[in-house]
């Protein structure tokens, strides 16, 4: 039995993996890149792709897909691919997905998120991604971060290149908000969550709103810090399994999804089994953040969101 085979529901009537495939690639990985996708889909079964603008990766990832299409070893319809609008085209996320679409190759998106509700003051073709004064501060622009999802909606109404519509690295805050202030609830909201993170009024909130929480970085990012905790491990040990595999399987049995990463093919195609996590295992692990919260991707731009411990 896989975690690669659950699906969890979306508001808007279609369902999503519960676990997608994250697809950042640090520069000295590029070569591993498509190996590691050829084996995500075809040799482990991974249905969801999670990838944005931001990541410089979409034109190779649509390489692979028209590939992996033509030698009929999967089709569109059968993948779930998710692309996120960054903050430097806050003000035209249509132009953000269009240029996502052209990389990748492909006529829609399953899910396109807002990926911070930040807005950054960058040129008309959102270059440079992060704009920086001579002191290294991120410049932002003085619009209204809720007013890239306001245009959102208009693509999801009036067009058929998303499917769904989503937020990333959302607050609470943010989101009563935007439930406030627009008509369309987004499908997922994304952000930082693992045992040493467990943002449970957040979680609570969305899944409240039926709102589905994604997680990211559910192994700490780099190095994989997450997998080394002791408990993790203890855990591992009495379910017979990898502290990876505990780690997804934290979320999974919750109801969230997850979005893993790795450039190792065997780890890859190992893919990632059921484990039955008990309440009380699902408890202690969360005291771990409860007690000494932890977060491993603490952007500068992100610090004024109103997410917790940043
Ligand atoms: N919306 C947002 O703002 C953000 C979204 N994301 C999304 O989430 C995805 C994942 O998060 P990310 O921070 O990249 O990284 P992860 O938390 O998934 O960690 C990746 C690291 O874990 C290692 N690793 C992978 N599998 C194992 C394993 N079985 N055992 C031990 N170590 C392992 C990888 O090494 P190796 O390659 O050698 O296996 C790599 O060093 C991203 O790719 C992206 O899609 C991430 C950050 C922000
Ligand atoms: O998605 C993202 O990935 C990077 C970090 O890996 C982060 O800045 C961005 O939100």
Same mark, same amino acid.
């Given at each position: 039995?896989?975690?690669?085979?659950?699906?969890?529901?979306?508001?808007?009537?279609?369902?999503?993996?519960?676990?997608?495939?994250?697809?950042?690639?640090?520069?000295?990985?590029?070569?591993?890149?498509?190996?590691?996708?050829?084996?995500?889909?075809?040799?482990? %079964?991974?249905?969801?792709?999670?990838?944005?603008?931001?990541?410089? &990766?979409?034109? *190779?990832? /649509? +390489?692979? $897909?028209?590939?992996?299409?033509?030698?009929?070893?999967?089709?569109?319809?059968?993948?779930?691919?998710?692309?996120?609008?960054?903050?430097?085209?806050?003000?035209?996320?249509?132009?953000?997905?269009?240029?996502?679409?052209?990389?990748?190759?492909?006529?829609?998106?399953?899910?396109?998120?807002?990926?911070?509700?930040?807005?950054?003051?960058?040129?008309?073709? %959102?270059?440079?991604?992060?704009?920086?004064?001579?002191?290294?501060? &991120?410049?932002? *622009?003085? /619009? +209204?971060? $809720?007013?890239?999802?306001?245009?959102?909606?208009?693509?999801?109404?009036?067009?058929?290149?998303?499917?769904?519509?989503?937020?990333?690295?959302?607050?609470?805050?943010?989101?009563?908000?935007?439930?406030?202030?627009?008509?369309?609830?987004?499908?997922?909201?994304?952000?930082?969550?693992?045992?040493?993170?467990?943002?449970?009024?957040?979680?609570?909130?969305?899944?409240?709103?039926?709102?589905?929480?994604?997680?990211?970085?559910?192994?700490?990012?780099?190095?994989?810090?997450?997998?080394?905790?002791?408990?993790?491990?203890?855990?591992?040990?009495?379910?017979?399994?990898?502290?990876?595999?505990?780690?997804?399987?934290?979320?999974?049995?919750?109801?969230?999804?997850?979005?893993?990463?790795?450039?190792?093919?065997?780890?890859?195609?190992?893919?990632?089994?059921?484990?039955?996590?008990?309440?009380?295992?699902?408890?202690?692990?969360?005291?771990?953040?409860?007690?000494?919260?932890?977060?491993?991707?603490?952007?500068?731009?992100?610090?004024?969101?109103?997410?917790?411990?940043?």
């Amino acid at each position: 039995m896989s975690a690669l085979d659950i699906r969890i529901p979306l508001n808007n009537g279609t369902s999503i993996p519960a676990v997608g495939m994250g697809t950042v690639c640090p520069e000295d990985k590029k070569g591993p890149f498509k190996k590691a996708i050829v084996t995500a889909i075809v040799d482990a %079964g991974y249905r969801h792709l999670d990838t944005a603008w931001f990541y410089g &990766v979409e034109e *190779d990832l /649509g +390489d692979i $897909l028209q590939e992996l299409f033509q030698e009929g070893k999967i089709k569109r319809e059968e993948l779930f691919i998710t692309t996120k609008c960054w903050p430097s085209l806050w003000n035209n996320p249509e132009k953000s997905l269009n240029d996502s679409l052209k990389s990748l190759k492909l006529d829609y998106v399953d899910l396109f998120l807002q990926h911070w509700p930040l807005t950054f003051k960058s040129d008309a073709n %959102g270059q440079p991604p992060v704009p920086r004064d001579d002191n290294g501060k &991120v410049i932002f *622009d003085d /619009g +209204d971060f $809720l007013d890239t999802y306001k245009k959102m909606i208009d693509i999801y109404k009036n067009t058929d290149k998303v499917k769904a519509i989503g937020v990333s690295n959302y607050s609470i805050g943010n989101l009563e908000r935007l439930l406030k202030e627009t008509d369309v609830v987004p499908a997922v909201n994304q952000f930082e969550l693992h045992p040493q993170l467990p943002l449970q009024d957040l979680v609570d909130f969305c899944q409240d709103h039926k709102i589905v929480v994604e997680a990211y970085s559910a192994f700490g990012s780099g190095g994989a810090p997450v997998t080394k905790l002791p408990l993790v491990n203890e855990l591992a040990k009495k379910y017979n399994v990898t502290p990876a595999d505990i780690l997804i399987n934290y979320h999974t049995v919750s109801g969230r999804v997850v979005l893993p990463r790795s450039q190792n093919p065997e780890r890859i195609k190992k893919g990632y089994p059921k484990v039955p996590l008990t309440k009380e295992d699902l408890e202690n692990l969360a005291e771990i953040g409860e007690l000494k919260p932890t977060r491993y991707i603490k952007e500068d731009w992100g610090k004024d969101i109103g997410m917790p411990y940043w």
